[in-house]
DNA sequence: TATATATTACCGTTATAGCAGTAATATCGT
DNA sequence: ACGATATTACTGCTATAACGGTAATATATA
């Protein structure tokens, strides 16, 4: 089961990042070293700062084991399209 | 149906998001207006550049009708214990 | 084929994200 | 309850993302 994430995106990641932060036994500075950004990034992160790089938060999600789908009406096309 | 994105993250949303513009018969320029951001934004995001803020991302994924789920072994968790 | 128009790609200035250091707060052990 | 330790929150400097203008390229039209 997923969650999906529209409006409230940033507040959603937030809540998954912290809660799955929490879960590993990590803190916010051990799950820095281990994703290789600082640690006022996973702050920035778990605070719902909705302008963080994407590559950083893209870092922290692979570390806590968390994929992200997309999803669209258009996503089966864009599979025939693109894996041709 | 949808994409699962993991190493080539970056690389899968850019292909994601030109493919979902030209299906809608945008512009870079048009896509950036509707979002709101600058076209030079939506021009990276097209060319993978990792380090894009995400709220521009969000911002783009919106208007092009595109949702991010997010997956992982211990979501099910998650719910129970955000939605108390 | 040439010209006009539309679109993508690049440039340089400005606002700010990321960072380590440090302050504030929370937790743990005695 | 107090002191030690761990963790979270904040600060300010530096590198850079975002932006609109403009150059380069692609497409449409005559």
Redesign the interface.
Known sequence: ??????NK??Q??A??VR??RK?SGLSQSQLAKLAGIGKTTVFDIEKQK??????N??AV??V????????????????K??FK
Chains 1, 2 share one sequence.
């Open positions: 089961m997923d969650i999906t994430i529209d995106t940033a959603t990641l809540s998954v809660f799955h879960k909705p302008t963080v790089r994407l590559n938060l893209l999600l692979s806590l084991n968390i994929r992200i789908n997309l999803e669209s009406p258009l996503m089966s096309f864009f599979e399209e693109e």
